[in-house]
């Protein structure tokens, strides 16, 4: 990766955002963060600058969102949200629109954090809004882009889900009978999605990538390994 790379991320105040956020500021070949947010985010770091602005005319602000890379954490549930259409306003509109302002501005790499089993095709809603989503993106003029696709995404949520929260409970216990081709079924933390999008991030390599939950644990290995 060159030096001097700048990086504009949404969706940085969520689980896998905010740790993402914290590891780029650690980074010596990115000399600047914009932090895309709704509402204030708070003290960061000195290369980090806070870019609060109305995500339904992202279009609008191009020339201020300008950088090499754009990296999505946007995520949502439809009980978050409230409705199917405004679940869908965050994951596939706001994810698009975004992806297109870094197609206007040349941007070399984009990454989104999508889900386990996305299909536009799917009879699963959730599934097929994070299925159109990717297909969106794949029809843009972007050099690099690189889809997660975690499953189970485990930390300490702001906001409690109580399914997930059993979920990440049972989760030490699951992951161990899921071998073999249920490895991508295992849940994942935030925390090591984070890692493996940071290094994806230091890696020009053009293409359409898209990892599951095993490939994303082994990336994120890589940082222990060196």
């Not at 905010?18 to 204030?40: M, N």
């Not at 869908?88 to 509109?93: A, G, N, R, S």
């Not at 159109?132 to 702001?158: V, W, Y």
Request: hydrophobic share 40%; aromatic share 8%.
């Amino acid at each position: 990766m060159q030096k001097s790379q700048t990086v504009t991320i949404v969706g940085a105040s969520g689980l896998v955002g905010s740790e993402l956020l914290q590891i780029l500021g650690y980074i010596d070949e990115i000399s600047a963060i914009k932090v895309v947010t709704r509402s204030p985010v708070g003290k960061m770091m000195p290369q980090m600058e806070n870019i609060i602005l109305n995500f339904d005319k992202l279009g609008d602000y191009a020339d201020t969102l300008k950088a090499d890379i754009f990296v999505c954490c946007l995520g949502s549930t439809i009980k978050k949200a409230g409705s199917q259409e405004a679940f869908k306003k965050v994951d596939l509109d706001y994810v698009v629109n975004f992806a297109k302002v870094a197609e206007a501005v040349g941007a070399k790499k984009f990454l989104v954090v999508s889900a386990m089993g996305a299909n536009p095709n799917s009879k699963i809603f959730y599934n097929r809004v994070k299925g159109e989503m990717e297909k969106a993106l794949k029809d843009l003029k972007i050099p690099q882009i690189e889809i997660f696709r975690p499953s189970l995404i485990l930390g300490e949520r702001k906001e409690k889900r109580a399914g997930e929260e059993w979920g990440q409970r049972l989760s030490p216990f699951v992951n161990k009978i899921l071998v073999g081709p249920l490895r991508k079924y295992r849940g994942i933390t935030a925390k090591n999605i984070a890692k493996a999008m940071a290094i994806a991030i230091l890696n020009f390599q053009a293409g359409y990538y898209v990892y599951d939950s095993e490939q994303i644990q082994h990336i994120a290995d890589q940082t222990h390994a060196k």
